[in-house]
């Protein structure tokens, strides 16, 4: 069963940390890329950051590089997002997201398995 689960949403003050965990699938875990995307409030959906199923290679928005860090945990299958230094304009629904490859292109979107999204909110 493809199964993607996220958690560690929640409401943080600007200059803040969160870290979200993406739980995969034993198939999912070990054959795709998996990353998150996130969507704010009247906005396209955006890739964050991404890694490689062999945890060896890494992408970072430049919009989050230096602040985010992208990691897994081969033991837990689980994949984690640590974000630092939040500010209000990192709000959004973040959503983990396998697939092979995995980009930014929005015509590819249909083609990813999705959790199911959790919310971070950055207040001023």
């Known amino acids: 069963q493809v199964q993607l689960v996220e958690s560690g949403g929640g409401l943080v003050q600007a200059r803040g940390s969160l870290r979200l965990s993406c739980a995969a699938s034993?198939?999912?875990?070990?054959?795709?890329?998996i990353g998150w995307f996130r969507q704010a409030p009247g906005k396209e959906r955006e890739l964050v950051a991404v890694i490689h199923w062999s945890g060896g290679v890494t992408y970072y928005a430049s919009s989050v590089k230096g602040r985010f860090t992208i990691s897994r945990d081969s033991a837990k299958k689980t994949v984690y997002l640590q974000m630092s230094s939040l500010q209000p304009e990192d709000t959004a629904v973040y959503y983990c997201a396998a697939g092979s490859p995995l980009v930014a292109d929005p015509s590819k979107l249909q083609d990813y398995f999705w959790g199911q999204g959790t919310q971070v909110t950055v207040s001023s």
């Open positions: 034993e198939g999912i875990f070990h054959s795709y890329s």
